[in-house]
């Protein structure tokens, strides 16, 4: 291409956006370093400090935490004074970098991430045969993740709002209703329900054997065992019937048959019972989710949900940013006859299905 065809401006603009990426890809491993090392922890509150002094309230190497600190502050994550040569972590940043039970928390997310770089050869040959790739078959960091990743949403958001925004499900919950957790995946969303309603029962289910493991020792740690029964079971074939209330948590999309799992919900559900479906926000046009919200959640479902639904039987692969209009089709092909959309966030859509 000659050079007359090129629109420089353009070029240089774009060449400035690579490069702005390649320095966020770069620094996603200083990330996970920060927090690993309680590096943003050491900051958070206290002011501006040298990096010696961030150095010895995290207990690591002066020299390294003074090259991480200039790139956190090339980023923007933290300020820098060249008078003092002190970095500041500021209180709103510190709600996303240092204080895990903020609903702002993003660094479990660089843990999910670095999972990714370990699955890069099961995920290309899961591009090349179509076959896809189970949610099993990942690195565990995915796992623990994805679960410290919702916890602080769930916790902000699922008793306080997304509860109340089905019609009679709270009361019912504080009268003792009976709960299934489809796809529960280390138990969060479980555990958090059992403890705000303690006159509930729950059961957990998921295909994945390690994360129902990982649930139970979190309800133990959390003293609500007595409530939650956890078990291996799949969406389409989880026991039990009259629940009165089915969730599942940023799941169907993922499912190889999520028509199957919503008919089986319906034959489980009391016949007043509510399906809460969560799914990750999305609009339901290709061009309105082509923003950093879209572009985060096509990432995500471009290498674990699509694969994971790939490699299911039926493989429908809606992926993560199917759609309120999307979910609702599928949802009344199960059966369902009144689907509504409950409530929302900037991360998650919110419906409500009933028989």
């Not at 400035?16 to 370093?33: E, F, Q, R, Y």
Request: glycine fraction near 10%; charge should be negative; proline fraction near 4%.
């Amino acid at each position: 291409m000659r050079a007359t065809e090129i629109d420089e401006a353009k070029l240089a603009a774009f060449m400035g956006k690579a490069v702005t990426d390649m320095g966020a890809i770069i620094s996603a491993p200083l990330m996970v370093i920060g927090e690993k090392l309680g590096l943003y922890k050491a900051m958070a509150g206290a002011g501006p400090l040298t990096s010696q002094e961030v150095a010895e309230r995290s207990g690591a190497a002066e020299r390294s935490v003074r090259e991480w600190l200039r790139n956190q502050a090339a980023g923007g994550y933290v300020t820098y004074e060249p008078k003092s040569d002190r970095y500041t972590l500021p209180d709103e940043h510190a709600l996303a970098l240092a204080d895990e039970d903020s609903p702002f928390y993003i660094l479990s997310a660089y843990e999910s991430i670095a999972s990714l770089y370990a699955d890069e050869d099961q995920i290309l040959e899961a591009f090349r045969s179509g076959g896809g790739m189970g949610w099993h078959e990942h690195d565990d960091r995915l796992f623990r993740g994805t679960e410290r990743f919702f916890r602080p949403g769930y916790r902000a958001h699922l008793v306080a709002e997304w509860l109340p925004a089905l019609d009679g499900v709270t009361e019912k919950l504080e009268r003792g209703a009976k709960v299934a957790d489809v796809g529960c995946g280390h138990g969060a969303s479980t555990v958090i329900m059992a403890g705000a309603f303690p006159h509930s029962e729950f059961f957990g289910f998921d295909y994945h054997a390690a994360s129902i493991e990982r649930a139970r020792e979190a309800a133990r740690e959390a003293g609500v065992q007595g409530q939650i029964t956890f078990e291996v079971a799949s969406a389409k074939d989880y026991p039990g019937t009259g629940y009165d209330l089915v969730c599942m948590f940023d799941c169907l999309h993922d499912m190889g048959d999520p028509v199957g799992a919503s008919a089986h919900v319906l034959e489980t559900l009391h016949h007043d019972g509510t399906w809460m479906i969560v799914e990750p926000f999305a609009n339901d046009r290709v061009e309105e989710n082509l923003n950093p919200v879209g572009r985060l959640f096509y990432g995500a479902s471009t290498v674990i949900c699509t694969p994971a639904s790939l490699a299911q039987e039926v493989g429908l692969a809606l992926g993560a940013q199917a759609g309120e209009a999307r979910i609702t089709e599928v949802v009344r092909q199960g059966g369902f006859t009144r689907v509504r959309r409950a409530t929302e966030t900037q991360f998650n859509l919110i419906l409500a299905a009933l028989p």
